[in-house]
């Protein structure tokens, strides 16, 4: 087998079926390795030692470095003096099931696991309660020479302690992985597989008996009943050691059922073993998933978590995980093998589309902490805990706009999003834009790319129309064009500054951008102006003191020279009035979008050359980068509760925005002063999105390049609306400044040192 190539990374051994072996424990040691080498590339090193046996010999990819043949003695002393010999691996993770390891060799693999000098750390993909005297011994004889335990539900690991006496310090939970997915239209999906019309019933996974597919069968004609237009798709071919052992006898049994009971029209044995991509969609296109289950002990179901993450509504035998997971209005259980049930669940959940939507979101909402990117970082941390040479450094996305495309209509972006979904009744704000503008130029700024243009004059053409006669902007319009009365109802102080601050970011790129575009920008900042010495809110302030010095970069002219001073000597006066040694600020609190303060007096300071607007913008950004980043990352001020002078911080409630304003500030401190201080810092700060945060769950969703909306206490805000994702996107255009300036001193020893919090 052809070697791993170390680069001085230590290597982590994954001891597991894989890929072409078609079992459910390959797909997931493939998925979990993919994920690990995605999310930490510059971390660690992989390799595979694939389990087989004399009846099972498959030709493996370049990361399968070692073989052992489970009904083989010596092949166990063979791989341990192989693994003891080398000097890159440090970690060894095995997936285990007892179907995989031959029972003649129970004593040698006892023996391989006492032999090796690497930490072993071991999952149980199965977890017997109430074992017999024989299983007790060897699950508490295997688990003795590991030095950490991982199963994937709660009730196993609290099996394990009950029934096997394995201490809990022992035992970490890591859910089974599932697959981010764009939610597609349904029936969309449907009408591409040729379904339109049709209610989707569905199951799927390798066929065998244990699944009890006959329960939904004798269901069917009941459900058929009601819903004449329904399809229950059999997904998945017969389980190889099934099809050796007694061929096609049990989907055979299977189609001779639905003949017998008239369903053939209503059945479709989907018989193969679907790409990755199409098994999705098929959940996606989904009604109802079914998930009959006759082995009350199935600890795990890696096809149930899958339809989950899919939006799939579910109706579910009582199997351990189905039980954790569909609690408090997640999914229907049933009793197992009772079709009565099954088919009175599913005519139930059939009348009440509402219901569907229920379940369907509180399981995204509970799944989400399951996706393949958050139980990679849960391993990783397993993995340094265990390891001490192990230096987790998060990969950094690749840049995608896609959402923020899927976002913009012919007339501009869409405020909010369901889940990834754009919801068109949100309407339009001239924030959302005015921040979509400022990505955009950031981006072209970058790239260059022509397709940027297109959206960044559709963004500037939404703030011309919210532009009113005497200069002043409107932020709310509706879906239907019309503006809302909800500008009647709020300050918009705040939105005309940021207008200001977009329209100067696109002056200021008059050299790349076309006349045109900047003439039109030209045109609206000057008009706009005119509003601006009015200004007295303090964020309002700072976007337009931004704007102008954004501005005068490219034109400097003495009114806007004299606005400059007049804004900037407000907030140095309101510093004067609030500061004071403890509370070195601007207010006699925080709220959002802090970092805007300091940063524009900085701007100003950049402008004029004037110490006193530097002196105190680097005073107040100390003061607010205090309050919040600690040593576990950066936690900024909840939206919950704003932070007053002399109370503590409210926990959680964190939002993108102040993460990515944080960011940009970083970046405008750095520049000035050259510290290495704020370059760190804006290494963590951005790390927040990739998982270093106290869920340890990324906020980023590098499959829809959208940005989830907050971090709760307990959860993520799944939406990923136009605040969150532009936010994103100006945080992750900053950071790729200094990846293509390769900033080996800068960046390496900021950023790139930047880990995941153990």
């Known amino acids: ?56 010999v498959h030709a493996y ?4 470095k070692f073989i052992l043949d489970t009904s083989d003695t010596d092949s166990y002393f063979r791989l341990s003096r192989d693994i003891n010999a080398s000097d890159h691996i440090k970690l060894i993770l095995i997936q285990h099931e007892f179907g995989l390891f031959d029972s003649r060799c129970d004593e040698a693999f006892l023996q391989f696991l006492s032999s090796l000098k690497t930490p072993v750390l071991l999952t149980y993909h199965t977890v017997l309660p109430q074992p017999n005297l024989m299983l007790k011994l060897k699950v508490e004889q ?78 069917l004609p009941a459900i058929v009943g009601q819903d004449p237009e329904v399809l229950f798709l059999i997904i998945g071919k017969t389980h190889p050691q099934v099809l050796k052992q007694e061929g096609e ?50 600890a795990v179901s890696g096809t149930f978590s899958y339809a989950i993450s899919c939006g799939c509504p579910i109706i579910s035998t009582p199997i351990p995980h189905a039980r954790e997971l569909l609690k408090d209005e997640a999914g229907i259980l049933f009793d197992f093998e009772n079709s009565v049930q099954l088919s009175a669940a599913v005519n139930s959940l059939l009348a009440d589309g509402e219901l569907r939507s229920l379940y369907s979101n509180n399981g995204l909402q509970k799944i989400v902490s399951s996706a393949w990117q958050n139980v990679s970082i849960s391993y990783a941390n397993l993995f340094k805990k265990h390891h001490y040479g192990v230096k987790l450094r998060f990969s950094i996305p690749e840049i995608k706009l896609d959402f923020v495309r899927h976002l913009t209509t012919s007339f501009g972006m869409i405020q909010f999003s369901k889940i990834d979904e754009p919801d068109i009744s949100s309407g339009y704000t001239l924030d959302d834009n005015a921040r979509a503008l400022v990505s955009l130029v950031m981006d072209f700024e970058l790239s260059g790319k022509e397709e940027d243009l297109e959206l960044i004059y559709r963004y500037l053409e939404f703030i011309k129309f919210c532009q009113q006669d005497d200069g002043s902007f409107l932020n709310y319009v509706n879906e239907e064009k019309i503006f809302t009365t909800q500008n009647e109802e709020t300050n918009l102080e705040d939105s005309n500054g940021r207008a200001l601050w977009a329209l100067g970011v696109v002056i200021s790129c008059r050299s790349i951008l076309p006349e045109t575009l900047v003439a039109s920008a030209y045109t609206i900042f000057e008009k706009a102006s005119r509003q601006t010495e009015g200004m007295h809110s303090t964020r309002a302030m700072a976007f337009s003191l931004k704007g102008l010095c954004y501005y005068n970069q490219e034109r400097d002219v003495k009114e806007y020279l004299s606005l400059i001073k007049t804004l900037a000597d407000r907030l140095v006066q309101m510093y004067k009035h609030e500061g004071e040694l403890s509370w070195e600020w601007f ?3 925080l709220t959002y979008g802090n970092s805007i303060l300091p940063e524009s007096l900085l701007c100003a300071y950049e402008v004029t050359g004037n110490q006193i607007y530097k002196e105190i913008a680097q005073s107040a950004f100390a003061f607010l980068l205090n309050q919040t980043f600690d040593d576990t990352g950066i936690k900024v001020i909840s939206h919950h ?10 926990p959680f409630g964190e939002q993108p925005i102040d993460v990515a304003y944080t960011i940009l500030a970083l970046d405008r401190f750095y520049g000035v002063f050259k510290q290495q201080e704020y370059l760190t810092k804006m290494g963590i700060a951005f790390d927040w999105f990739l998982g270093r945060n106290h869920l ?36 992750r255009l900053t950071i790729e400044k200094y990846q293509r300036r390769n900033a080996v001193n800068t960046l390496r020893s900021g950023y790139m040192t930047s880990s995941v919090v153990s």
């Open 587 to 589: 207010e006699s609190y």
């Open 249 to 298: 006898r049990y989907r055979n049994l299977l189609q001779d059922k639905v003949d017998r009971l008239g369903m053939r029209e209503h059945v479709m044995f989907i018989n193969y073993y679907l790409p990755l991509d199409e098994l999705l969609e098929y959940l996606q296109l989904t009604d109802i998933y079914l998930f009959t289950s006759r082995d009350p002990h199935q």
């Open 142 to 219: 295997i688990s003795a020479c590991c030095s950490a335990i991982l199963v994937m539900t709660q009730s196993s690991a609290d099996i394990l302690t009950q029934d096997y006496r394995i201490p809990a310090k022992k035992i970490s939970v890591i859910p089974h992985g599932v697959h981010l997915v764009p939610h597609s239209k349904k029936n969309a999906l449907k009408e591409k597989y040729q379904f339109k019309g049709k209610t989707i019933l569905s199951t799927f996974g390798l066929i065998s008996s244990g699944k009890s597919i006959e329960t939904t069968l004798d269901a």
């Open 61 to 64: 990819g370049p990361e399968v």
């Open 641 to 650: 509760q704003w932070l007053l002078k002399g109370e503590r911080a409210a």
């Open 1 to 56: 087998m052809e070697e791993v190539k170390s680069n001085g990374s230590p290597e982590i051994l994954y001891i597991t079926s894989y890929p072409p072996r078609e079992c459910g424990i390959a797909s997931y040691s493939q998925d979990l390795i993919k994920a690990l080498d995605s999310k930490y590339a510059h971390s660690f090193l992989s390799s595979v030692c694939a389990l087989e046996s004399n009846k099972e």
């Open 696 to 731: 340890k769950q990324i906020i980023y969703n590098p499959c829809t390049g959208g940005c989830y909306d907050g971090l709760e206490q307990y959860q993520i805000n799944l939406n990923q609306g136009a605040e969150s994702t532009v936010s994103y996107l100006m945080a």
